[in-house]
């Protein structure tokens, strides 16, 4: 066992040239600038920064011996303060070159539209837009041996440079030069491209348009590929970018003599377009005989007209135009790709512009951009990858109607044109939103790694259906239902497209899922018919959620009777009226529990809450009040009978002595009900002091520096932390392991699961526990080095997995997050550098930044709102000055906004005397003293 753990990779700062030129809108604008040498060039641009900046960072603990780990997990973690400094530390942007990054495939394509990758390198892989169901592996098998990265699909981009007479031809991925640099700033993948010996250098900016609260324009089949290119020397160079795409329509289908694979080139203001599809031939005339010639039988049924398989759609490349003053591009209908690394050639004159061969021939047809750059001048242009297979079918679904957009648009041309006449607002907008939650004091690592997962939207884990409703599995093709004991874990897409969660409730939840007679939910909808307390109440709980993150109650109002039922449903399994759940218990780790369990009763306390709050609401007092009194009865009856001293417990049934269960047992999951409340401001679950007294021993019993002694001597379960890497485990037993029962899935309290750790480091964050919270969120960031597996895929049962996205939850515990849209209420407590804070939010119909900063006797605070509109009413803040603040004063853009304030255990709330709506542009100003 090594004596220190180090966490691998490097951080640096990205480039000048790249900050620059991602805010850039126009994809053919030209930069002119003084002619600069090759040295100056790379001083100017970073490169000789950058390239001295790849270093190890800190070293994370130790050292340890041997005796250390007689527990297996050590009570003195002996963090190295070197590492604990660089937790809080602002940091600079981690920027990662080949051949570190090789591992790395971020998501880039529509939220729910398929899976397509950008590689470390900035070439296009894995390609999983054609309808074929992928199961990624109930067991994680990516974790330990990452994704190749591979695709089944020719295509890329390169470029020829022509100077002084000589040309050179360079492939825009890893063959081509000899310095690649990545930036991961999800939605928006950065690449930078460098060698000494090239006069060009090329940044690439790829993306799809991501647009919180807007989820049409965040849902498209399409992949922005925009280069910048930069001419470096002291003499002009003629460039010929070039991109090339090859005809994969019916990629799995498509056989010999079914009919013809076309290519054509396309012509419009603002874009050419290179569209790829499938002629199918006249179908063969059927046999006038009844029986099977061969077999004598029944004839065999035809095969699935070909426009109506699951792969049979069109696929595209659009080169969007270059601006006024630069020389023309070259369109180009079928490009002959030499197979040698880094070799085309271009046709001399343009070959036609159709061009059909028979199916399984696969053309390749390419679309290019002449210009010429005088020395120092930079020149853009934007590729744009659409695609159009709307023939998803779901087992279980009925008649979904395929994909969303498919409902929107008739094929991947019609996207590429939206894309293109929409470009400046697609773009700019999509880097706003970068830009934005960028602009922050929190540490760029945290910002990396909590709005990573959210990546998973973008793969075949979710699903936005033709009819509107939005779909998911646990993972990648494992696991059917948009399962509510998991999905209840994940944050973002709640918090940044709201519209896709209250069709969650409504079409799934609420509808399918939902028994009308009992209120009963069943956890995967259609695909099963068993319910579990950690769903029901997480449904309960997501519905307040989706409520708070309404701009009015009609979402309410219109779930209101089956959300009041399932919440019945839930006290129907209180027996005796005592706030503690009886009976079987299924739950997430896949199995019935029995006897009285805290994680789980608590969860049922917050659903009681959150229903308490909806019904007032609502204006249903009789039910808030019945809610309420279970409430503070189970609040006692927990704590009085399931806390240990130590932390939170289940007590054994004995008619149930041999069934799985965490018992006495430290399980991570314990004070959930209190996590939970935390992200939609119920307020506390259990006794504040136990809870905190709960999260401290998870970090002393669950969380190892080296998970590797713990799981040498319990060996079963899946390996998502590896020996030598550091993780908080699922349940631990410090008072030994009598009680653990090693049957059913016994087996997953020995594994770390990231969406289970999330939750814990948001809620560790909320409580003030900064260091253990960040320690367990950077834990799992280390784990996901692109050094060592896919940043962007966290596993647990199959390839992104959706509890991951309880990320973002650490996000809003950091923030101290607080919203409520009906009430046009927002609120903020940061639990990290409270005294000169600032960060990114989303509301209802807008988001922005909100920033802070204290003195002794003076408290500001700044609501800037970048897009959409925001109502306000009330404001909470908690001030950190030497005395409770007596007088405030609120300004609208320097315009003064009566208001009144009034101060309780350390929390200012501020009344706006008439509500407000904020506009993009405008910021609201608070000044305490």
Wanted: charged letters at 20%; proline letters at 7%.
């Amino acid at each position: 066992m090594p004596s220190r753990l180090a966490l691998e990779g490097p951080e640096a700062n990205f480039t000048d040239t790249m900050k620059t030129q991602s805010s850039r809108k126009n994809p053919g604008s030209g930069i002119g600038s003084r002619p600069l040498s090759r040295r100056a060039f790379l001083e100017s641009s970073g490169w000789t920064a950058l390239a001295a900046s790849f270093i190890r960072p800190p070293v994370m603990a130790g050292p340890f011996t041997a005796a250390d780990f007689e527990t297996r997990v050590p009570a003195d973690k002996k963090l190295d303060p070197a590492w604990v400094k660089s937790l809080f530390d602002r940091g600079v942007p981690a920027v990662y070159r080949w051949p570190e990054s090789r591992w790395i495939g971020m998501p880039i394509g529509g939220i729910g539209a398929g899976q397509l990758y950008l590689g470390g390198d900035g070439r296009l892989w894995h390609w999983d837009i054609f309808n074929q169901h992928v199961n990624s592996g109930s067991s994680g098998p990516h974790y330990a041996q990452p994704l190749p990265p591979v695709s089944p699909v020719r295509q890329g981009f390169a470029l020829r440079l022509t100077q002084n007479g000589k040309t050179e031809t360079r492939q825009l991925d890893h063959t081509g030069w000899r310095h690649i640099a990545f930036r991961g700033e999800y939605p928006i993948g950065r690449v930078q491209y460098d060698d000494p010996e090239s006069p060009v250098s090329a940044v690439l900016e790829a993306f799809s348009p991501f647009i919180p609260l807007n989820a049409e324009d965040s849902s498209l089949p399409a992949t922005v590929m925009e280069f910048t290119l930069s001419n470096r020397s002291a003499d002009p160079v003629a460039i010929e970018l070039l991109g090339w795409l090859e005809n994969a329509v019916c990629l799995h289908s498509g056989k010999g003599g079914e009919g013809f694979r076309r290519n054509r080139v396309l012509r419009q203001d603002g874009l050419t377009f290179l569209e790829c599809s499938v002629r199918p031939a006249p179908p063969m005339p059927l046999p006038s005989s009844g029986t099977n010639a061969v077999s004598g039988g029944r004839p065999a049924p035809p095969p699935a007209p070909m426009s109506q398989r699951a792969d049979f759609g069109t696929l595209g490349l659009a080169l969007l135009a270059a601006p006024s003053g630069s020389l023309p591009g070259a369109d180009l209908g079928c490009v002959c790709l030499q197979e040698s690394p880094g070799a085309f050639r271009l046709p001399d004159p343009p070959r036609a512009d159709l061009l059909e061969r028979p199916l399984p021939e696969k053309p390749v047809g390419g679309l290019a951009r002449r210009l010429t750059l005088a020395p120092g001048q930079s020149a853009a242009a934007a590729f744009v990858v659409t695609w159009h297979f709307p023939h998803l079918q779901i087992a279980g679904l009925g008649n979904h109607q395929g994909r969303r957009y498919g409902q929107r648009f008739a094929d991947a041309l019609a996207v590429a044109e939206y894309v293109a006449s929409q470009w400046d607002r697609l773009a700019s907008h999509t880097r706003l939103w970068r830009d934005t939650w960028y602009d922050s004091t929190l540490p760029f690592w945290f910002l990396d790694r909590t709005m990573a997962p959210t990546s998973h939207l973008a793969t075949n884990t979710c699903y936005w259906l033709g009819n509107g409703r939005f779909y998911g599995w646990e993972g990648v093709g494992c696991c059917a239902g948009t399962c509510t004991h998991v999905w209840h874990y994940a944050h973002a897409a709640a918090r940044l497209f709201p519209a896709l969660e209250r069709a969650l409730r409504e079409m799934a939840d609420f509808g399918p899922a939902f028994d009308p007679g009992s209120g009963r939910i069943r956890f995967r909808a259609e695909h099963n018919n068993h319910w579990a307390v950690d769903g029901q109440a997480g449904v309960i709980l997501r519905t307040c959620r989706e409520h708070q993150t309404s701009p009015d109650d009609g979402f309410l109002r219109r779930v209101w009777p089956r959300a009041r039922k399932a919440i019945e449903f839930l006290i129907a399994q209180d027996a005796g009226a005592d706030g503690i759940i009886d009976g079987p218990q299924h739950n997430t780790l896949d199995a019935d529990w029995y006897g009285p369990i805290a994680w789980l009763s608590g969860l049922y306390l917050a659903a009681l809450r959150a229903g308490e709050e909806m019904a007032r609401d609502i204006g249903d007092g009789p039910f808030a009040q019945r809610c309420r009194e279970l409430f503070d009865a189970g609040r006692r009856n927990i704590d009085a009978r399931l806390f240990n001293g130590e932390y939170y417990i289940q007590i054994q049934d004995a008619e149930h002595a041999r069934s799985v269960g965490s018992y006495d047992g430290c399980e991570i999951d314990q004070v959930l009900g209190d996590s939970w409340a935390g992200q939609v401001a119920l307020g506390p679950i259990l006794d504040p002091g136990h809870v905190r007294t709960a999260l401290r021993s998870l970090w002393r019993y669950n969380y190892a520096p080296d998970v590797g002694p713990y799981r040498e001597a319990h060996k079963p379960g899946r390996w998502y932390a590896l020996a030598g890497e550091a993780g908080l485990l699922m349940c631990t037993w410090p008072r030994g392991d009598s009680q653990r029962v090693a049957e059913h899935y016994d087996y997953y309290f020995n594994e770390c699961m990231t969406g289970f750790e999330y939750q814990v480091a948001g809620h560790m964050l909320r409580e003030g526990l900064a260091l253990e919270g960040l320690a367990i969120a950077r834990a799992i960031h280390d784990r996901y080095h692109p050094a060592r597996r896919n940043p962007w895929n966290e596993i647990e049962c199959g390839d992104h997995y959706a509890r991951a996205m309880a990320a973002y939850g650490v996000y809003l515990a950091a923030a101290g997050f607080e919203y409520h849209g009906p009430r046009a209420h927002i609120g903020f407590a940061p639990s990290l550098q409270a005294e000169s804070f600032r960060c990114a939010f989303t509301a209802a119909e807008g988001w922005g930044t909100c920033q802070q900063r204290s003195s002794t006797a003076r408290f500001e605070s700044e609501i800037q709102l970048r897009w959409g509109r925001l109502r306000l009413r009330s404001i909470a803040l908690a001030p950190r000055i030497d005395a409770p603040p007596a007088r405030v004063a609120v300004a609208r853009d320097r315009q003064a906004v009566p208001a009144r304030l009034t101060v309780q255990n350390g929390r200012a709330r501020i009344e706006l005397d008439s509500e407000i709506a904020l506009a993009a542009g405008e910021t609201l100003s608070i000044v305490l003293t």
